[in-house]
């Protein structure tokens, strides 16, 4: 018997007017027995003119502005954002965990946000931490819940990254108030069924699980605690450890079999 403590990060706060950028995501987590086995990366806040040009270093970067520098993501977890340019207003979009964000594309047009990875351990295709659009211009989230950037003329509020998709927040407009807020993590494991037996401190709200060909999956959004035991007797002799763990920006995608595979 094994517990695994899920944490999930919350996404990060929008920018405000003031000049204030946005920030960073929280973490999320995958642990065993006091020790953190992963941790992904929260996404990086995007930049506000004039105190900070450039996005915060993340899972994947937060969008820049007035300057040609994109926001850093971490390897193996998500991409840079685009480049903003010295001379407009525009943000870049912000990085995702499977594409970089564009460039700011005018100065009254900010990039789009990156795409987001997709993974099928469910058994449909779901993609997650799409990067935020850049204010200003209307721009649109990548794929994977990245939220839209504000625009004016006429007035479109930015909108928050997709809950539990690791989404960024949309770029706040020239002048407006509040940048969307980021959308929290995801945790998504999968295990063979005939392996192991399974229980959860949490069973309700926004946990899920299922089954797919001959592996079950638990999907979590809210922190929970998980137990995984052999059955008795045991369907088979594990050979190693529940080891392959897949990470992205803002989420963890465990995959633990009796025999890990790659």
Do not use: H
Not at 146 to 159: I, K
Not at 192 to 217: P, R
Not at 240 to 257: D, H, N, Q, R, T
């Amino acid at each position: 018997t094994r517990d695994y403590v899920i944490t999930i990060g919350a996404g990060g706060t929008g920018g405000t007017s003031g000049s204030r950028p946005g920030g960073n995501g929280s973490n999320s987590a995958w642990d065993s027995g006091g020790a953190t086995v992963a941790t992904s990366t929260g996404g990086g806040g995007g930049a506000s003119d004039p105190t900070t040009n450039v996005g915060n270093t993340g899972g994947s970067g937060g969008g820049s502005v007035f300057s040609a520098t994109p926001g850093s993501g971490t390897a193996g977890q998500g991409n840079n954002s685009g480049n903003g340019n010295a001379a407009w207003n525009a943000g870049s979009g912000g990085g995702g965990a499977g594409a970089l964000g564009q460039n700011a594309q005018s100065g009254s047009l900010g990039g789009n946000g990156g795409n987001g990875t997709t993974t099928s351990l469910t058994g449909a295709s779901v993609t997650y931490c799409g990067g935020a659009g850049g204010g200003t211009g209307g721009t649109t989230g990548g794929t994977g819940g990245g939220g839209n950037g504000g625009s004016t003329g006429p007035t479109v509020e930015p909108t928050a990254g997709g809950a539990g998709t690791g989404g960024g927040g949309g770029g706040q407009y020239s002048g407006g108030d509040v940048g969307g807020a980021g959308g929290t993590g995801a945790i998504l494991v999968s295990f063979t069924t005939t392996d192991f037996d399974w229980s959860t401190t949490t069973t309700t709200g926004s946990n899920s699980s299922g089954t797919n060909g001959s592996f079950t999956w638990i999907k979590w959004t809210s922190s929970d605690v998980l137990t995984l035991t052999t059955p008795t007797p045991a369907a088979a002799t594990p050979t190693s450890e529940p080891a392959v763990i897949y990470e992205e920006m803002g989420l963890l995608f465990p995959k633990l079999e009796e025999i890990a595979y790659a």
